[in-house]
């Protein structure tokens, strides 16, 4: 759901005193377009937000949901691809995607729509989590249950009371480190250290209930180091993948040209001494990225030292394979472990054939993106096979506690 935090505020008038129902992605396999946690809102009149699967499977889940407003009960239902079917909804990608679909009553105090209120204030990129029950088959309480987190990389689970009275043991140390983490899952219910599922009131059978975390971290940093052509072509690029840029120049009438404006912050400092001080004062973390693109020892050299003795996701460096085999010698010499010197990536960038300053910075956050979702190879896509989608599981964060709670029903 947080996926529609943009679009929320916008939003409320329609819902107001409304009754609308949640669909949302809980499970998903092979190729999907989406990942689980995505939702969309549908009303009563058949209006909608959000996309589950692009268009393939939203026809059908718009009809599902109407039934779960008609009656107030949840629903569950798996989408897949259906040769013998062509006609019935279904994913062509030939994924398999698990819907819940939610009804939330008109009551202003039922859980889930306290929850969209106070998302629907959220900055886009503010980070949150929201843990909700997911449930079926029994009235439209069912499921309803939800606890906003607007701190999830301090998030302890130990201090929720809502949390720790559905949760128990191992379920409960999942759910925290799905938020601590910045991830997207469902924990079971049932089963050793989880809670036994529910009776369902209206038929007598046994409900499984599960509870979905959805989290979002701040923004990774990518620290660009060096005021140059390739620089004010690799901000802009480095923005589009999601992250908080920073530039850093020692010289002020590098740094200071109206080309770098892209960055979220400009820094006029020694690359290793603003990157220390960053460290020292806990404000990198393991998804941190640094490109060093200055190509001049006496910044270069100092700089790598000290970023290859921290636990970044990237360490990559410009220069020629010369360079680069002159750059390992000084740096052992310094003192640096070769097993560090080994996550150095440079020359920087994959072989994409890259000459101009925007192709280069195409390349390096290829390489980027492939060190973060962690693939193997770098072919395209027409010479592999198996699942195009890949949703890479997030790095862990930090710890302390804060968070709002809403009553679970």
């Not at 809102?41 to 008609?70: K, P, W």
């Not at 301090?154 to 601590?180: D, I, K, Y």
């Not at 820094?267 to 200055?294: F, K, N």
């Not at 195009?388 to 862990?396: L, S």
Request: aromatic share 4%; charged share 15%; net charge neutral.
């Amino acid at each position: 759901m947080l996926d529609l935090i943009p679009s929320l505020g916008a939003w409320l008038p329609t819902l107001k005193g409304r009754q609308f129902a949640v669909a949302t992605i809980a499970a998903a396999s092979g190729s999907v377009p989406r990942p689980v946690g995505t939702s969309m809102i549908i009303t009563t009149s058949g209006s909608v937000l959000g996309s589950l699967s692009g268009g393939c499977v939203e026809g059908a889940v718009v009809a599902l949901a109407q039934e779960a407003m008609d009656d107030g009960g949840a629903r569950r239902k798996a989408f897949g691809f259906s040769a013998a079917d062509a006609f019935a909804a279904g994913l062509t990608c030939g994924g398999e995607l698990d819907i819940h679909i939610q009804p939330v009553p008109g009551d202003t105090a039922y859980p889930l729509r306290t929850a969209l209120l106070q998302l629907a204030g959220l900055d886009p990129d503010q980070p949150v989590a929201l843990v909700r029950t997911l449930g079926t088959g029994g009235g439209s309480a069912r499921g309803g249950g939800a606890v906003v987190v607007p701190a999830p990389g301090t998030f302890r689970a130990a201090g929720s009371p809502e949390l720790s009275a559905v949760l128990h043991g191992e379920a409960l140390m999942q759910v925290e480190s799905l938020v601590r983490s910045g991830g997207a899952g469902v924990v079971r219910l049932s089963g050793p250290g989880g809670c036994p599922p529910d009776r369902d009131g209206r038929n007598g059978r046994l409900e499984e209930r599960a509870v979905l975390v959805e989290s979002r971290l701040a923004p990774p940093r990518m620290l660009v180091f060096g005021a140059n052509d390739f620089g004010a072509a690799l901000v802009p690029a480095a923005r589009l993948l999601g992250y908080h840029v920073t530039l850093v120049d020692a010289r002020p009438a590098f740094a200071g040209q109206p080309r770098f404006a892209a960055a979220h912050q400009v820094v006029t400092d020694w690359p290793h001494r603003y990157l220390a001080a960053e460290a020292a004062a806990g404000r990198l973390d393991s998804r941190t990225v640094a490109a060093v693109l200055t190509h001049d020892p006496k910044f270069d050299l100092p700089l790598l030292e000290a970023a290859l003795v921290l636990d970044l996701a990237y360490v990559g460096a410009m220069g020629s394979r010369r360079s680069h085999l002159q750059r390992v010698g000084d740096l052992l010499g310094a003192g640096v472990p070769p097993e560090r010197i080994s996550r150095l990536h440079s020359p920087i960038g994959l072989d994409l054939g890259a000459v101009t300053p925007a192709e280069v910075a195409v390349s390096i956050t290829a390489e980027i993106l492939a060190a973060r979702t962690r693939a193997a190879s770098c072919m395209p896509l027409r010479d592999t096979s198996g699942s195009i989608h890949q949703y890479a599981a997030p790095a862990p964060a930090p710890t302390d506690f804060n968070h709002q709670e809403i009553a679970w029903t």
